[in-house]
């Protein structure tokens, strides 16, 4: 893959489309310019929040057993809500033992490994990485002057990826490892996370870069995150959360209609589907190995995150890499599949009209078939049975036997268990495609009329 290139993934684990670059005050931790810790006169003012508001528990699935996490699951789109896993290998996840400590992340490492840090009470990254075994010393000592946190470590290049394999889900759908050779696609690094907290670290409100799906396994020590659910109100709050000049002096929280807790503790695994909004604190020092992944059966809600991630002006280098790319390449692996993904069935119009918008936009690049793309996929949507075979855009001369009334520009007929999509870009197109409808059987013309009239 000569074409490909690998970069660092964005800077957290635990971070997303959070801060705005106009926000002059202190930074995130996802931010490019990289600015000296602001003394902040109110102790970690953050737990402070926290400590400060009841939140009721959050109520959460189970995973018992292999058959209720499965491909069939997702690709039907009921992973809609975070669920735990009650042992990492009912999913298929491989992680190091109880027994594994920060001293063995050092050990596989090496003491030399640069580590990015981050300064909890300003929510930003400190201006230079660290040595792994100066975060060990940090770690490890009894008597901390600030509250620092690694949340950003990314261990793919390092040996210790060796012992940390995703969930099998996540592996199948998972868009990096689903591009075509011939693509050319940045590739950013964001499957192994290794997260080092101690004591009352805090991130605050997120949603993970591009909208990522999540998995998340406690090795040692709790963690607390504190949830949003993306519903349409919510994910419009947290945008204008973003946005907001005084974010650093809200609590997100307060400005939903439900914001729940949910405690995570040595042993448990959690995975969280794509859009959910969330603040992460620290109460012990823990241990925690995670992973990010963006997949077909979420792509509504990952085009509404990567909205908000370009109206508060996230930096391209903590957005997931050539995601808008991978959008059609995503789309054009659904419409080439045999089985049309129950997914799409709902979510296709919203995806459909965010995909027509990019095609509008004269500020994207898009590929050459993309409005084919889009129009197979509402022609799908109406015969989902049928595979899609996207024709030329300015060939009348094929059989495309189609009545005048159909939505004009929009062609579509069946060969065989597959629907042929078109469009026809002049009249004198469109009078030929009409004509040659003169011959269609009646009810074949009634299934492509319907085709034609989903795909306008």
């Known amino acids: 893959q000569d074409q490909d290139q690998e970069q660092e993934g964005p800077q957290s684990q635990e971070q997303g489309a959070q801060r705005s670059s106009r926000d002059s005050r202190p930074r995130p931790v996802a931010e490019e310019k990289h600015v000296p810790p ?25 995973i018992t057993q292999p058959n209720q996490f499965t491909l069939d699951f997702v690709r039907n789109g009921d992973w809609k809500s975070p669920m735990l896993v009650a042992r990492p290998e009912l999913v298929g996840l491989v992680v190091p033992p109880a027994s594994f ?13 640069p580590i990015s840090v981050i300064d909890v009470k300003a929510q930003v990254t400190l201006p230079h990485p660290w040595a792994m075994s100066q975060w060990l010393d940090y770690y490890k000592s009894v008597q901390r002057r600030t509250i620092l946190n690694v949340i950003s470590f990314e261990i793919t290049h390092t040996p210790l990826r060796e012992l940390v394999t995703p969930p099998t889900v996540a592996e199948q759908i998972d868009w990096a490892n689903l591009v075509p050779d011939d693509v050319p696609v940045t590739r950013s690094a964001v499957k192994r996370y290794c997260l080092m907290g101690v004591k009352d670290s805090y991130t605050d409100f997120h949603i993970d870069f591009g909208g990522s799906s999540v998995w998340y396994h406690i090795v040692k ?49 959690l995975l969280m589907p794509s859009g959910w909004i969330h603040a992460v604190h620290t109460p012990v020092d823990s241990l925690v190995f995670g992973g990010n992944f963006v997949h077909d059966y979420a792509l509504h809600m990952e085009l509404r995150v990567y909205d908000i991630e370009l109206a508060s002006e996230v930096s391209e280098r903590f957005r997931y890499a050539s995601f808008e790319t991978l959008c059609w390449v995503a789309l054009r692996r659904v419409l080439q599949a045999a089985t049309f993904p129950t997914y799409y069935a709902t979510h296709g119009r919203d995806i459909a009209a965010r995909m027509q918008d990019f ?56 060969e065989g ?7 026809c870009e002049s ?30």
């Open 38 to 62: 602001v003394k902040i006169n109110i102790k970690n003012r953050y737990v402070r929040r926290l400590k400060e508001r009841a939140f009721q528990s959050a109520e959460l699935q189970v």
């Open 101 to 113: 400590t920060v001293d063995d992340v050092c050990r596989l490492v090496g003491k030399n490994e």
């Open 221 to 269: 020590g709790e963690k607390v995150f504190y949830l949003i659910e993306p519903t349409a109100a919510n994910l419009d709050a947290y945008r204008q959360w973003c946005c907001s000049e005084n974010q650093n002096d809200v609590f997100l929280g307060d400005k939903v209609d439900k914001c729940v807790q949910l405690r995570l503790t040595t042993g448990q695994t």
């Open 359 to 414: 095609i509008n936009s004269k500020e994207k690049h898009v590929p050459p078939d993309a409005q084919q793309l889009v129009d197979g996929l509402l022609a799908r949507m109406s015969s989902p049975g049928l595979k899609v075979r996207l024709s030329a855009p300015l060939v009348p001369r094929l059989s495309l036997r189609l009545p005048l009334q159909r939505p004009a520009g929009v062609v579509a007929h069946e």
């Open 417 to 423: 268990d597959t629907l042929v999509v078109q469009r």
């Open 427 to 456: 009249v004198s197109d469109r009078e030929a495609c009409a004509t040659q409808h003169t011959t269609q059987p009646a009810e074949a013309a009634t299934t492509t009329t319907q085709a034609a009239a989903a795909a306008a």
